[in-house]
C-alpha cells in the first residue's frame, strides 16, 4: 500500500470515528465531559501546589538567624563580631539591631510606649541579623552556623526558626505526592472509561465487523476506527478540562488578588501554563489510545465472521 | 483451485458437519453444492473462507492448507476470495459505494483504482447509477446484486456463494445465476451452494451432492479423474 492510499484509509477512519461520535451528541459530550472532569482534577491540583510554591517561594526562602548578646556586651564590640561574621562562608548579609533601635522599635510598633517611658534601664540586648546564602540555608549549614555563633562567649542566644519553612515544605511535598497518586488514580479511571466506551460500540458494530473481517479485513484495519474514536475522546476530554481549569482560575483569581493584597502581596493567582495544556492534550490523546487498543485487542479478537 | 481431502468437521457441541469429505473443484469451474438443511453445504464453505478449520484432513485452496495457515495470514486469504451470501450482509449505513468498495479498503488500493474498480463492479450487475442509495432503499434482487459486486470487486480467482438465491422469487433467482455464471465465463472459479435444484438444472454445471457431510454425488469430476478414486 502506497503513502498516500495508507494516509487516505487513516483520514478516512479518523473522518468515520469523528462522524460517529457527532451523529450522537448527547452520549458523546456526557463521556467527554466525565473524561474532562477526571483530567480536570489533577490539573487544578498541579496548579494549587505550582501557585502555593510559588506565592511561598519568598517565604520559603527566607532562612533568618537572629543571635541575641549579653545585656553587659558594648554596641561597638557587636559591630566588630558583626565584620567578622561577614566573612564567613555561607553568610550572605549581618545586620546591627541595637537595643536602642529595638527599644524605639518596640516602643513604635507594640502599643506600651508610656509604660517603656517607665524603664530606668534598656532590657533588650543587641542583636545581630544573620541571613545565609542560598548555599547556606541547608539544615546541616545552619547547624554549622548556629554552633559557630553559640561557641561566642559574648552570645547569650541563637534563635532559629526554621520549623514553619520545614512545615511548610512537608505540606507541598504531600500535596505532590498526593497529585501523582490522584492524577495516575484517575488515569486509569479515563482508561476505563474509554475502554469501555468502545467495548460498547464494538458490540454495537458486531455485524459490521463480521463483514470486515469476512472480507479480509485485518484486526489493524478493524481496530483502526476505535483508535481513533479514543483518541478523539481524550483529546476532547483534554480540551475540556484545560477550560475548565482556565475557568475556574480565572473566577478564583480576583477573590485571591484581594487576599493577597490583604497581606501586602502582588500576587497574582497563575493559570493553567502552554506546557500544561501541551501535557494535557498529550496525556489525553495517549490515554484515549491505549484505552481504546486494550478494549479493542480484547473485544475484537472475540469477534470472528458467521457464514 | 480447491481439494478437499478426507475432510472432516465436528463442530464444539458434538455434531460432525463433514465426514470424510474428498472432492476436487478446478481452476475457473463453476460447482453447484446441493442438499438439505444440515447436509454440510455451509460448511464447506465455510471452511473454503478459513471461518473455520476442519477437524480432521487436508483442505486446499489456491495452493494453501488451510489447515495449518497462521492466523495472521487469514486476512489476506479472505481478500483472496469474494463471497456471497443469503442474508447479502451489507453494511446498513453505508451506501452502496462504500458497500462495494469495502474490499478495496480493507486491501489498501489507492481511491482512484477503487473508484474505478467499484464503478466497474456496479456496472457488471447493472447497478451503475444507485451507489448513494442505501441498501434499504434497494429490493431484495438489488441488495443481492450489490452483495455479488462486493464480491467480485477486488477481482477474485474464487467466489463463493452461500444461498445466493435463498430469498430471491424463481426469475431474480435465474437473473442472479446468470450472473454468477458471467464471472466463470471469464476465469473465475464459483462454488455456488443452494438447495434450489431447479435452478441447478437449468445450468448444466458440475453438482456435488451432500447428505448429511457426505458426499453422494458429483465428486467425480472427468478433468480430475483419479483424484477421488484412488483414495
Known amino acids: ?307 | 483451485m480447491i481439494t478437499f481431502d478426507h475432510v472432516t468437521k465436528r463442530y464444539p457441541n458434538g455434531r460432525e458437519a463433514l465426514s470424510g469429505l474428498t472432492f476436487r473443484i478446478g481452476t475457473g469451474e463453476m460447482v453447484f453444492l446441493t442438499g438439505r438443511s444440515g447436509a454440510g453445504k455451509s460448511t464447506v464453505l465455510k471452511l473454503i473462507a478459513l471461518i473455520e478449520r476442519p477437524t480432521r484432513g487436508t483442505v486446499i485452496v489456491a495452493g494453501r492448507n488451510l489447515g495449518s495457515l497462521p492466523a495472521r495470514q487469514v486476512a489476506a486469504h479472505r481478500r483472496s476470495i469474494g463471497v456471497v451470501f443469503q442474508d447479502h450482509r451489507l453494511l446498513a449505513d453505508r451506501p452502496v459505494y462504500d458497500n462495494v468498495a469495502l474490499p478495496l479498503m480493507v486491501s489498501g488500493s489507492p481511491l482512484k483504482e477503487t473508484d474505478k474498480r467499484v464503478r466497474a463492479a456496479l456496472d457488471q450487475v447493472g447497478l451503475l447509477g444507485k451507489e448513494r442509495m442505501l441498501p434499504v432503499e434497494l429490493s431484495v434482487g438489488e441488495q443481492q446484486r450489490v452483495g455479488i459486486a462486493r464480491a467480485v470487486v477486488s477481482k477474485p480467482s474464487l467466489l463463493i456463494c452461500d444461498e445466493p438465491t435463498g430469498n430471491l422469487d424463481p426469475d431474480l433467482a435465474v437473473e442472479v445465476m446468470r450472473l454468477l455464471k458471467r464471472f466463470q465465463d471469464v476465469g473465475v472459479t464459483v462454488v455456488v451452494a443452494t438447495h434450489d435444484v431447479h435452478v441447478v438444472q437449468g445450468f448444466g454445471q458440475r453438482t456435488l451432492v451432500l447428505e448429511q457431510g457426505r458426499l453422494t454425488s458429483g465428486a467425480q469430476d472427468e478433468s480430475l479423474p483419479s483424484m477421488v478414486a484412488s483414495r
Open chain 1, 1 to 307: 500500500m502506497g503513502i498516500a492510499a495508507y494516509g487516505a484509509r487513516h483520514a478516512q477512519a479518523f473522518l468515520g470515528s469523528l462522524g460517529r461520535l457527532a451523529r450522537s451528541p448527547v452520549a458523546t459530550a456526557l463521556t467527554v465531559f466525565v473524561i474532562a472532569l477526571a483530567l480536570a482534577l489533577p490539573l487544578g491540583l498541579k496548579l494549587l501546589v505550582a501557585n502555593v510554591t510559588a506565592a511561598t517561594g519568598g517565604f520559603a526562602g527566607a532562612v533568618n538567624m537572629s543571635v541575641y548578646f549579653k545585656p553587659e556586651v558594648p554596641l561597638e564590640r557587636v559591630r566588630l563580631l558583626a565584620r567578622n561574621a561577614r566573612e564567613r562562608t555561607g553568610v550572605a548579609a549581618v545586620s546591627v539591631i541595637s537595643s536602642a533601635d529595638a527599644l524605639a522599635e518596640f516602643r513604635k510598633y507594640s502599643g506600651f510606649g508610656a509604660a517603656l517611658q517607665a524603664l530606668i534601664d534598656n532590657p533588650l540586648p543587641n542583636v545581630l541579623d544573620v541571613q545565609p546564602t542560598a548555599e547556606g540555608r541547608s539544615p546541616e549549614a545552619i547547624a554549622t552556623l548556629e554552633r559557630y555563633f553559640q561557641a561566642w562567649p559574648e552570645v547569650d542566644l541563637v534563635q532559629v526558626d526554621t520549623a514553619w519553612v520545614e512545615r511548610l515544605d512537608a505540606i507541598l511535598d504531600v500535596l505532590e505526592h498526593l497529585l501523582a497518586v490522584t492524577a495516575a488514580l484517575l488515569a486509569a479511571g479515563v482508561l476505563a472509561m474509554i475502554g469501555n466506551t468502545v467495548r460498547l460500540e464494538i458490540q454495537n458494530r458486531r455485524a459490521e465487523i463480521e463483514v470486515v473481517k469476512l472480507v479480509g479485513g485485518s484486526n489493524a484495519f478493524v481496530r483502526r476506527p476505535f483508535l481513533y474514536t479514543g483518541m478523539l475522546y481524550g483529546l476532547a476530554g483534554a480540551v475540556l478540562a484545560w477550560c475548565l481549569v482556565a475557568l475556574a482560575a480565572a473566577v478564583i483569581a480576583g477573590p485571591v488578588a484581594t487576599l493577597a493584597r490583604l497581606y501586602g502581596s502582588h500576587y497574582v493567582l497563575a493559570g493553567p501554563a502552554l506546557d500544561d495544556a501541551l501535557w494535557l492534550l498529550g496525556g489525553g490523546v495517549l490515554l484515549g489510545w491505549l484505552g481504546a487498543w486494550i478494549s479493542a485487542a480484547r473485544h475484537l479478537r472475540r469477534i470472528e465472521p458467521r457464514a
